[in-house]
């Protein structure tokens, strides 16, 4: 145990983590405070014991005097007066239990004068047995009342000496307790003065330690404060200075791989914000293509020629809505009542030029035409479901459009009973939406990353597209985006009504 100690204290100095310095300042704490309470328990455990042993023998010998004194002369004098025979008394058991209990107090005594004591009270036991045993030839030989009344008397005779001894033992035996008594007080006032020292010394070590570690811990905070300061200033490449704490080392190394990772999220985010304008850039060049826009020029001057008036003015209304919406003052977010519109204005083109083979629906509760919502999501997805799905069905398709809230999430799904993909060709689509390495212009479903990577960087990956589809029966495209905040447009659809 010493050994253990003088190791701790050893290694408390040495140590520069703060848990092992605790630790050890913990164990040293613990020993000290346990050493003391142990040697006191088993002192004055030992000192009680003693004690109680000295009691329990006093009692037992007390007993033992009653039946020498009283029970076996009364017993025997039964048997002489004729109120039982020899052999009917229990003169042999009360001998036998008398001696059983002189060897047991000789056992747990400790006292030789007492012990030897007890051992002339045996050997006057032997002397009564003598008579007892004179008393039984005498009754067995018809000897007169007289002779066997004179073997009573000389029992009654050797009991009293038997219970004079053990009133003797008795004496002695309180004696020794009275010392043993003022032994245990004088250990008991020995005890309360070491459990003092011990509990002032446990104080004072614990206030120092205290102050010691906490002078400690503050030096090495001030140093993390003022590399935190540089760091909150914008120098996100200072060093900080080398602590001799084990624990507030690993925190400076922290904080300095932190300002690391601080450089490289604005080095990343200003490249995600450049990807970002040139995904949206790509968006909109891919929605004024030359293709669709000399087609539905086309499609208006045919109109026009054959005297469709009504037609042509629909059909060139559809067409700036779709073009001011896709614009939109270069703002990044728009209404969902205005996204309704924008596939509106683009599906109304698109029947006009594919009416024998275009049905399509929009559902969506006016109600949700106020929140927000990234613009130019829904249209690549209707232009995916229309080119890759109805062109692609023999005769003619229907292309829904659903917009529905779900908790806090507003639920958007593009579905088309077009042709629909074979599982193969579904896990490609999945796999090229999660792969980033590879080249844009190489994706054979461009429309559709460029609305899952644009999800992914203003939402988060909760809000990536989701796909669903069976070969000859069709393919759902649909995600959620948090429904939050409601704003005002001026681009709602036709028939809805402003601030409802």
């Known amino acids: 145990m010493k050994k253990l100690i003088k190791k701790i204290i050893q290694n408390r100095f040495k140590e520069k983590s703060i848990k092992r310095q605790i630790l050890h300042s913990f164990m040293f704490l613990i020993c000290f405070l346990t050493i003391t309470p142990i040697c006191v328990l088993i002192l004055s455990g030992y000192q009680t014991i003693k004690y109680d042993k000295i009691i329990t023998n006093v009692s037992r010998a007390n007993n033992l005097a009653q039946i020498v004194r009283t029970e076996i002369p009364d017993e025997i004098w039964k048997i002489v007066a004729g109120y039982k025979t020899f052999y009917e008394g229990d003169q042999y058991l009360l001998l036998k239990q008398t001696r059983k209990g002189i060897q047991g107090i000789q056992d747990s005594s400790k006292n030789q004068k007492n012990v030897q004591l007890l051992a002339v009270a045996n050997r006057a036991l032997d002397t009564l047995e003598k008579y007892i045993n004179m008393l039984c030839t005498q009754i067995e030989e018809d000897s007169s009342v007289l002779e066997n009344e004179a073997v009573l008397e000389e029992i009654r005779s050797v009991a009293a000496l038997v219970d004079d001894l053990f009133q003797d033992y008795i004496v002695s035996e309180i004696e020794y307790a009275a010392i043993a008594n003022e032994t245990l007080k004088q250990t008991t006032q020995t005890i309360s003065i070491l459990l003092a020292v011990v509990l002032i010394i446990s104080v004072g070590f614990a ?112 067409f700036a809505s779709f073009f001011r919406i896709s614009l939109s003052r270069g703002q990044d977010w728009i209404t969902v009542g205005e996204e309704i519109a924008h596939i509106k204005s683009y599906l109304t083109v698109q029947e006009i030029r594919y009416r024998d083979i275009l049905n399509y629906e929009i559902i969506c509760d006016e109600k949700l035409y106020e929140y927000p919502i990234l613009k130019l999501i829904l249209q690549p997805l209707v232009e995916n479901a229309l080119y890759h799905g109805i062109k692609k069905r023999r005769g003619r398709g229907k292309l829904t459009v659903l917009v529905e809230k779900k908790d806090k999430f507003i639920h958007f799904s593009v579905h088309d009973n077009g042709n629909g993909m074979t599982e193969e060709r579904l896990n490609e689509v999945l796999q090229e939406l999660a792969t980033d390495s590879l080249q844009t212009e190489k994706r054979s479903v461009y429309g559709l990353y460029n609305v899952n990577k644009r999800l992914c960087l203003y939402y988060n990956e909760e809000s990536t597209l989701h796909i669903k589809s069976t070969a000859q029966k069709g393919t759902t495209v649909c995600f959620s985006v948090p429904a939050e905040y409601k704003i005002q447009s001026e681009n709602y659809p036709e028939g809805y009504r402003k601030n409802v």
Do not use: C
């Open 207 to 318: 206030l120092l330690e205290r102050y010691r570690l906490s002078e400690k811990i503050r030096t090495a905070i001030q140093k993390l404060e003022l590399f935190s300061t540089r760091i909150a200033s914008g120098e996100l490449n200072a060093q900080p200075e080398s602590s001799n704490i084990d624990e507030f080392l690993s925190l400076t190394e922290n904080l300095n791989t932190m300002g690391e990772k601080i450089q490289q999220l604005i080095d990343t985010n200003i490249l995600e914000q450049k990807n970002l304008q040139k995904a949206q850039m790509q968006t909109l060049q891919a929605q004024i293509t030359p293709h669709f826009l000399y087609n539905t020029l086309d499609t208006i001057v045919w109109l026009a020629e054959a005297g469709q008036r009504k037609e042509v003015v629909e059909l060139a209304k559809a």
